[in-house]
């Protein structure tokens, strides 16, 4: 079945560092949606991408999604102490699948 | 509106009981679905709905029943708790089947089974 493989699975960073995190899928996707889980919370929609080599910005992050559509990137520039919890990809089949189907996270800690 | 929302926030159960997780939204989705989360696993899919008496299995559904009878409320069954049934239960919801509407969290039940 689908799998949705996401690198890293922790990352510890200064305050003011980059981060990113990658998300890569075992077929191709029609969509991927983006979620952040802050720590004690529930998973909380950021973006969407459809399009082929779709590029969004959200102020300091930038999501990708690839050409072939199996793998997808999110990028934060200059973290700040907010942007700590788990981010979530989570990819969407072909072919009318309804079942969305979610990477293990990245835990993004930041350091003060 | 009040969204998604989950009761109870915190069980616990021994081995062998049954209970049923709560789950409601007030948005109108066609689409629910209930998520289990452990340390590491990410999120993997119990059970889902496309609309109201439609239903069908996720990732991991051995262990648990659900059903839909109306278009507000999705509850998951535990027939016979289990030690590795212990984990955080999610129930979301989005608008629509097509596949390109977020999906909307409830704040996420705590199970602990002994």
């Known amino acids: 079945g689908q799998q949705v493989m996401q690198i890293p699975q922790y990352q510890h960073v200064q305050e003011g560092e980059d981060f990113t995190t990658y998300c890569n899928s075992s077929?191709?996707?029609?969509?991927i949606q983006w979620y952040k889980q802050r720590p004690g919370g529930h998973p909380v929609f950021l973006i969407q991408?459809?399009?082929?080599?779709e590029v969004k910005k959200q102020k300091r992050l930038t999501f990708q999604f690839g050409e072939a559509k199996k793998n997808s990137s999110l990028h934060i520039t200059a973290t700040q102490t907010t942007d700590v919890g788990t981010y979530f990809c989570?990819?969407?089949?072909?072919?009318?699948?309804?079942?969305?189907?979610f990477g293990k996270g990245t835990k993004l800690t930041v350091n003060p | 509106n009040a969204g998604v929302t989950q009761t109870p926030k915190f069980q616990v159960l021994k081995t062998g009981q049954s209970m049923t997780l709560q789950c409601a939204q007030d948005?109108?989705?066609?689409?629910m679905s209930w998520y289990r989360q452990d340390p590491g696993m990410g999120l993997r899919l119990i059970h889902y709905?496309?609309?109201?008496?439609?239903?069908d299995q996720g990732e991991v559904p051995n262990g648990y029943n659900v059903s839909r009878s109306t278009t507000e409320d999705f509850p998951l069954r535990l027939l016979s708790a289990a030690p590795s049934q212990t984990s955080v239960y999610f129930c979301?919801?989005?608008?629509?089947?097509?596949?390109?509407?977020?999906?909307?969290f409830g704040p996420g039940t705590r199970l602990t089974v002994t």
């Open positions: 991408l459809v399009k082929s080599g």
């Open positions: 989570a990819g969407r089949g072909q072919g009318g699948s309804e079942k969305l189907v």
């Open positions: 979301a919801s989005s608008y629509s089947t097509s596949g390109r509407y977020e999906q909307y």
């Open positions: 077929t191709t996707l029609s969509n």
């Open positions: 709905s496309v609309g109201a008496g439609i239903t």
């Open positions: 948005m109108n989705h066609e689409y």
